[in-house]
Structures are given as C-alpha cells and as structure tokens.
Nanobody
C-alpha cells in the first residue's frame, strides 16, 4: 500500500506541526482494519514508535510525547494525522507513517521535522 506523508518542516521549540498521511489507493476493506501509526528516526538512532491508532480505536503513545502529540485517523478519507504541540529539540527526526496489516507493515516516504532551540 502506498502511503504519502506530508507536513514536516522547521519550527522553533514550543511550536506546533501537523503531519498527515494518506493512502489514496487503499481500498476501504484494507485501510479500515489496519493499525495506523507514526514512527520517527533521529540521526544515529533506531526508528521508534511515536503513536499508533489501532483499528479498534485504541491509541498508544511513546512516553516522551504523551500529552503533547495526538494521533487521529479518518477512515472515510483514508488518512492518519499527528498533531504535535509543544515541540522540543529532541523531537527532531524523520517521521514515517505506517500501516500494519497482520504481519505486513508498509511505510511512507518519511517527512523531516526539525525543532530549533
């Protein structure tokens, strides 16, 4: 499944960004049961989970972003978004959206988020 991410950029600490990811070619029967998430990878570090919105409506967040980031999904539009508030320099990374279907995990192309101090 092709995932298209957008919304990254450069922002000062304390600012906000909203990332969006679309799966325009996914059919409803594929998108709706999938778990949609955002991951990030900083230079020299492993990719880590940021937030996941499960198909059953549950969400999970990394401890480092709880209370600052909010993940949402729109099944009708086949999109998943990540609202990021109170950004910190430690949030600087390439952010990837992900679709998990069983053992299959698809990734978007990544979008750069840079937070300056």
């Amino acid at each position: 499944v092709q995932l298209q991410a957008s919304g990254g950029g450069l922002v000062q600490a304390g600012g906000s960004l909203r990332l969006s990811c679309a799966a325009p070619r996914a059919i409803t029967s594929v998108f709706n049961p999938a778990d949609m998430g955002w991951y990030r990878q900083a230079p020299g570090k492993q990719r880590e989970m940021v937030a996941v919105r499960y198909a059953n409506g549950n969400t999970v967040y990394a401890d480092s972003v709880k209370g600052r980031f909010t993940i949402s999904r729109n099944n009708a539009r086949k999109t998943v978004s990540l609202q990021m508030n109170s950004l910190e320099p430690g949030d600087t990374a390439v952010y990837y959206c992900s679709m998990q279907r069983g053992r299959t995990q698809d990734w978007g192309q990544g979008t750069q988020v840079t937070v300056s101090s």
